[in-house]
């Protein structure tokens, strides 16, 4: 599904002249290109799926906010506009993100679920986690959250 999302906003980005759309999304369909050819050598013939892709998605924000934060104490505003733009892009294809009322409500829901009591059992709720909510938040965020709450 999110193959042919990609695809099809790239095509769209060339017949619209939109410079940094363009490029960026030929930036995921090149991560996405890697992680298929390091999946391929695992054994999955077909690549990564949905859920990975999201993953990747998400890693690219995370990496962008990075830089982002950076530029902007080395005082390059330039470039730090730049990675925002590419920020909009990627988020295009990423759901909706849950705030982080919601994020703690669900981290909350689901240590109750599992009557999670201890640190121990962090790697159970960050699982559960990442089952019911793929690409809506923010997991190492998430993951503060629960070792707070279990510490």
Do not use: H, W
């Amino acid at each position: 599904m999110f193959r042919t999302e990609l695809s099809d906003a790239l095509k769209d980005a060339m017949r619209a002249k939109e410079t940094r759309a363009v490029s960026t999304l030929r930036l995921i369909l090149a991560a996405l290109k890697d992680r298929d050819i390091a999946a391929r050598g695992k054994g999955n013939s077909e690549g990564i799926g949905d859920d990975d892709i999201l993953e990747l998605l998400q890693k690219m924000v995370r990496q962008r906010r990075e830089s982002i934060e950076l530029f902007e104490k080395g005082d390059r505003q330039d470039l730090a506009d730049k990675e925002a733009e590419e920020i909009e892009v990627i988020q295009r294809f990423l759901p909706k993100q849950l705030d982080p009322d919601q994020v703690r409500g669900a981290v909350q829901e689901v240590i109750e679920e599992l009557e999670a009591a201890t640190i121990k059992d962090m790697g159970r709720v960050m699982a559960a986690l990442k089952e019911r909510y793929p690409g809506r938040m923010e997991f190492g965020k998430a993951s503060a959250l629960v070792k707070e709450r279990l510490a």
